[in-house]
């Protein structure tokens, strides 16, 4: 009974350490595409390859629902894989909607039109490929009116993460929220919409201020996690052991890993 989590990279691990903590009898079994992060940069129909690759990967571990612990997978790759790609008996979730509920206020599967929020002006800080696919307006529409939005693409964030450089990571947090703000110099919220950016949550409140209230989507996820196998426990996989695969070299994500989580993590080759 696993249930599979896919990130590009180690961002994912904010989800499945969330995840832990909401379900920890669950085994899980996660997988980081290390080898070809950061997707961020990619083109759609790349995306949309390496995901389908990674998701196989995960359904052969008797992972049968894979969560999609990665933005860009989910804006640029998740409609068409759900669409055209996965058979009925696997399911592919996405980390979108639950944070686009937890702001507009919805319960999960609250389909009523759209309506007026608490929240007026909203920071989206994601990456380039993310921004591109305009993904997280179009879900917002769906559900909340006169919701001013403004992304920004923090190209390199995600680099600077997979390659263990915290330091650069902040020093581009700084400067991307501080870009942002020139153009939405009063967000009331912001979101990371990054598995990564958790890593960085506490730089990203210090630039934005007290005020601004900041989105990060790992217990929204593993919330709606919860709730998706009370409705459907058959979704649960026949696998029965956690583990940590990598596509990259598992000594450095291992380390790479431990580094930002705090705690010790043992990758080994996917
Ligand atoms: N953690 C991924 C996300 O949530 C990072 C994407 C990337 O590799 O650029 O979007």
């Known amino acids: 009974m696993a249930v599979g989590i896919f990130d590009s990279g180690i961002g994912g691990l904010t989800v499945l ?30 995306i949309f390859n390496l995901t389908c690759a990674a998701v196989e990967r995960l359904w052969a571990e008797g992972c049968d629902l894979v969560i999609l612990a990665c933005n860009t997978a989910s804006a640029a790759a998740l409609k068409r894989m759900q669409e055209t790609w996965v058979p009925a008996d696997k399911r592919v979730l996405g980390v979108f909607v639950p944070m686009i509920e937890a702001l507009t206020e919805r319960q999960w599967g609250d389909n009523s039109p759209p309506r007026e929020v608490a929240v007026r002006h909203v920071a989206l800080f994601a990456t380039p490929a993310t921004v591109a696919s305009r993904a997280f307006q179009r879900e917002l529409a769906f559900r909340a009116i006169g919701v001013d939005v403004e992304a920004q693409p923090c190209g390199g964030v995600v680099d600077a993460i997979e390659q263990g450089d915290e330091i650069l990571a902040e ?24 598995t990564h950016y958790p890593l960085m949550e506490t730089t990203f409140q210090d630039a934005l201020g007290p005020d601004v209230k900041v989105f990060s989507q790992a217990n929204l996820v593993a919330e709606s996690l919860a709730d998706y196998l009370v409705r459907r426990p058959e979704m649960l996989g026949a696998g029965t052991d956690s583990k940590f695969l990598t596509t990259g070299d598992p000594k450095a994500v291992s380390s790479k890993s431990t580094q930002f989580l705090r705690r010790r993590i043992t990758f080994e080759a996917a």
């Open 171 to 194: 020093a581009l947090v700084r400067s991307h929220v501080e870009a942002l703000m020139r153009r939405m110099p009063h967000p009331q919220a912001a979101v990371l919409g990054c």
């Open 17 to 46: 350490d969330a995840v832990t903590r909401r379900l920890p009898d669950l085994p899980l079994v996660y997988l980081g595409d290390n080898a070809h992060a950061p997707y961020g940069v990619r083109t759609h129909d790349d």
